[in-house]
Structure formats: C-alpha cells, structure tokens
C-alpha cells in the first residue's frame, strides 16, 4: 500500500482513491479518499451472505487500509440508508475520528445500529440537506440531491486541492418522484462547466436499455389489483421500500382496507418514515399484526418483508402457514413486489410454491408491473455523464461485468468529444492517484471480505479462513436428521455427530438433550417445512446453536445434513 504524497502549500500533491467494496459486486460499497493526512469515508456498505456460508449474516469490507490510516479518517460520509451503504457503519465509525454526514432519514436508520454495538455517535451525527456543503479537513464536500426508491438520497461532489469528483451514489432520474424532491440536474451541469476531475457514477442497471421506471408507474397495477383482490391482500417489498410503502397505504385509504406491517424490519423502518414525515398514513389506518384475524379478510392489507425468500422472515413463514397471526387461504392475494437479488432465485421459488399451496393468487414482477428499479437505466447513466463532463471516469457499484460495460458505454459515448473521457476501470483494493500529472494506478491496498455473525464475531478472509477458526474455537456439531420426502415424517430417530466440542465432564448428558431438542424441533414444524430443505435446515441450525450457547456459552459451527428418503 503506498502512502498519500503530502500536498505542498502551492496546493500540489495527490489525491488518493481507494475503493473498499463495491466494484465487483453488489453491496459492501465503499470508498475511501485522501489528501495529505486527511481521509474520509463514502459510505459504509454490507452485503448478505449466501446459504453456502453458514453461521455469517453479513459481509463487510476488510477496513486493514482505514486502520492503517488511525488517527487521519476525519468523516463518514453516507449517501443513502440502504443496507448496502450503511450496514458497515457500527465497524467503521469506531476508526473514524470525526463526524458522520448523512441526511436526516439516513442517520436516524444508521442510529439504531450503531446502539445495538453499544456505539453512542448521537453528538457525531451530522444531519445535512440537499445543497449544504461541509468542510474535513483541505475536502469541501457538497450535497446533491438525486432520486432513488428510498427518499433522502443525495450525490456528492467532493472539492480537492486537485480538483472535483463527483459521486452518484445509487441514483435514476424518476421525473414524477412522490415526495416531489427532483434530481438536481441542474447542479450537475453547473459542475461539468465548471469542470470536474473524475465522476464515479452506479452501474448497476448499465444492461438496460432505455430510462428506468418511475415509482408512480407501479400505481395502476396495484389499482388493478386492489379492486380484483375480494380477500386479504400481502405484498411483500424490501422494508426500506418507503416510495413503495406510501402508494400501498393510500391505495389501502382509498379502498377502505387496513393496514399491517409484518416483519421487524418493516415496522421499524415504517415508525422511522411516519417519524420523520416520509411516509403519511391517515388515522386509524394501521392496525396490529395480531389484529389482522380480528377484521374481515377483504377490509386487510399486509405489508411484509420476505421478499426474497429468507427462512425466517415473516412472509416465509405465512407461506407455510407457521405465522401466529396472519392465515392465508385461496381467496387471499399475494403480490413480491422486488426484484429477485442474483443469488436469492432458489429461495424466492421455494416461497412461492409454499404461497401457490395455500392457493392464495400469487403476483410477482414478471405477470404485472408491480416493481421498478431505484436505479438509473443506460440512458439515464448517459445523461449524467454528458452534463457532468469528467476528465476521468471510473464505473461503481456493480459486478465486473457491470463495470466493463459502462467503461464501453462511456468510452462510445465521449469518443468524438473534443477532450474525450479517460474511462479507468478499477477494483477493489485498487489505487487511484490524481494530481497535476494525470491519473494512475498506483498499487494495491488490502482489500477483501470479513464475515460476520449474529453475535458480532468477525472473521477476516475467506470462509475457509472464517470456519477455521470458528472450528478451532467450538468445534462442530452435525445434526443428521432422515425425512420421508412424500410424507414428511421423521425416519428413525435424529441425531447429533459432534466433531472439537468440549463438553464439561459434569454434563454428559448434554448431546443426549441436545438430540431430544433437535427432535422437538423437528416435530413442531409443519409437514411443509419439513419437506423443504432450505427451511426445515435454517431452523435446525438456528435452534441447535442456541441450545448450545444458552448451555455451554459456546458456539459450535452448526450444520445440518437433511437427508430425504
């Protein structure tokens, strides 16, 4: 890793780049920019492991370059609430010795989580509106507002001794927004004529032709289903979906049905809304989960996370008819309104069989409009770049294949210009050097993964890395259970196989309970869950593992074998 030229007092030194997550995969994004002895932080993004990392809820960037940097990381600066962009902020505050910038609705989503880490940041918590600018340090760093699926959302352009960068953050161009609150365009031209260094702008819809969809454009298929809905209506969205939220409430005003939110995540995120006024709901609208069974199934609209098929969220455990308060039936209707995130197809396909069981009418994105994407299309992304006229581009957010088409795109696009754009396609870990002589790679930072549990234990590397030292610590226990795949019944009797786990001399009775658990949990799940492998392995392992660190403070590496006979 090389260290940021120290600036002269003629204003001449370097800029260094380096971004942390992000380029080459969707989530986990972050980046981070210095000068002289001056960093800050944009954005601090997690991504969700996949089922073949077991016991990791979250990944996070390696944050190995911020520490080195101890003592110089001035702010965090966040773009927007969504996960991918401030579900690292609990890791990184702790490295960053200043404040952290945000809008109102994106620090009062980050707040909660920095609590839950026993993080007290409310004094560093810096709320900015569109247009304000803050100064860290020899960085002028100036807010823009842009349009996204969530409200709050701002671009930044960060002012260096070198010059301008410009960074879209997730951002399209919806020219109907709800809430009435415009991309400014206009700033982004004033820029480009102003001139602007570099511009790191979100490929992740550079594939689509054409502009991306406006949130109203949803409203007509969701009219359409309202009126031919005749029981309870479920539509499962992300619960940071608030744009999605209003239009269903006022739908559900407007038909006189009422409304409950289902999954934590979707009440937390909605009281937060209706705190801080983005998301309106008239009185006497809302209703409890547990009121749901208490009104007619035709006067009910719930609105539920699960969207992407996760065992333990609430519209999964509807689909097999496991919720305590909400039953489905065949006069209900069930509308996924997100897309499908690459990865999460398998498990959203379980759900859908389990809901197509209950016979309910089950609507998802391919049979009626009723999801648009929050980020720009090809079009859109040009747009941008034409009013911002960069020196230097380089393309973010968004796998490698992503990247290299907008690298191409924005390279066809500038060909003919009189100055054309230098397109430079970095990854992560890469380092990028501006200053009076041009831009460069110059090296690489550590770069990479850490794992994350439910316990806050992180494991930096790979996952063989990560489950060697969970094994090292806890060992391993492999519950085995056999299951008739047409019945659902248990066949014989489950059992524990454990491999490194001590057990205390005084408890050896403990595998033993350990099975007669295993066995209760198996028994109380219903014969759909059982015969679905995702779900039935999801709750094994999260029952085995508390069982084990309620009685030993331990936690073995859990993982379930299922074998269906």
């Known amino acids: 890793m090389t260290t940021p030229t120290q600036e002269g007092t003629d204003g001449s030194g370097t800029l260094e780049i380096v971004p942390l997550g992000g380029l080459g995969e969707f989530g986990m994004n972050m980046m981070a920019v210095s000068w002289g002895e001056t960093t800050i932080v944009i954005d601090a993004g997690v991504m969700f492991a996949e089922p073949e990392l077991p016991g990791v809820d979250l990944i996070i960037p390696d944050l190995s370059y911020l520490e080195s940097r101890a003592g110089q990381v001035r702010a965090l600066v966040l773009t927007h609430g969504h996960e991918d962009h401030i579900g690292a902020a609990p890791y990184v505050v702790p490295l960053v010795d200043g404040p952290v ?11 909660p989580k920095l609590a839950g880490h026993g993080i007290d940041a409310a004094d560093r918590l810096v709320p900015i509106r569109p247009r304000d600018r ?9 807010f823009l507002r842009v349009t996204h699926s969530i409200p709050d959302c701002v671009a930044l352009a960060v002012h260096t001794p070198v010059g301008t960068i410009v960074h879209t953050g997730d951002f399209k161009i919806d020219q109907t927004p709800l809430d009435g609150e415009h991309t400014d365009l206009h700033r982004f031209a004033e820029l480009g004529s102003a001139g602007v260094l570099a511009l790191f702008a979100d490929s992740t819809n550079i594939e689509r032709p054409g502009f991306t969809g406006s949130e109203i454009e949803v409203v007509g298929a969701f009219e359409e289903i309202f009126t031919s809905s005749t029981g309870r209506l479920i539509v499962a969205a992300f619960s940071s979906s608030l744009y999605r939220m209003q239009i269903l409430v006022d739908l559900a005003a407007q038909f006189d049905r009422k409304v409950a939110f289902l999954g934590r995540g979707m009440m937390e995120n909605s009281q937060t809304a209706m705190r801080l006024g983005h998301l309106r709901v008239p009185d006497g609208l809302l209703i409890r989960d547990s009121d749901v069974a208490n009104w007619p199934a035709q006067d009910v609209l719930c609105i539920t996370t699960g969207s992407q098929g996760e065992p333990l969220a609430a519209l999964s455990r509807i689909a097999i ?6 039953k489905l039936g065949p006069e209900d209707t069930v509308v996924l309104s997100a897309r499908a995130i690459p990865g999460n197809e398998k498990a959203i396909g379980r759900v859908m069989n389990h809901l197509s069981r209950r016979g309910v009418r089950l609507i998802h994105e391919g049979l009626k409009k009723v999801h648009v994407s929050g980020h720009g299309s090809a079009e859109e992304l040009k747009l941008v770049l034409s009013l911002v006229r960069p020196r230097y581009f380089v393309p973010i957010h968004g796998e490698y294949r992503q990247l290299a088409q907008h690298a191409r795109v924005v390279a066809q696009a500038t060909a003919g210009a009189p100055a054309p754009t230098e397109v430079l396609l970095l990854e992560d870990g890469d380092i990028l050097h501006l200053d009076a002589d ?6 690489r930072a550590p770069a990479g993964r850490v794992l994350i549990d439910g316990t806050r234990v992180g494991e930096v590397g790979d996952e063989v890395l990560r489950d060697r030292r969970h094994l090292s610590a806890d060992g391993l226990l492999v519950p085995v259970v056999a299951i008739s795949k ?8 489950p059992e524990i196989i454990a491999r490194g786990v001590v057990i205390d001399p005084d408890d050896e009775g403990l595998l033993a309970e350990a099975a007669r658990v295993l066995s209760d949990v198996v028994a109380a799940a219903s014969v759909e869950e059982r015969t679905d492998q995702g779900l039935i392995a999801e709750r094994i392992r999260v029952e085995v593992r508390r069982y084990f660190r309620k009685r030993t403070g331990r936690r073995p590496l859990v993982l379930p074998v299922i074998m269906e006979i």
């Open 486 to 493: 047409q019945t659902g019944e248990v066949e014989g009797v």
């Open 101 to 111: 910038y945000g809008t109102p609705l994106t620090l009062a989503l980050v707040e």
């Open 134 to 142: 803050v100064v860290v340090g020899d960085f002028e760093i100036e």
């Open 321 to 326: 008819d496991d919720h305590r308060h909400v």
């Open 438 to 443: 041009g831009a460069r790679r110059a090296g």
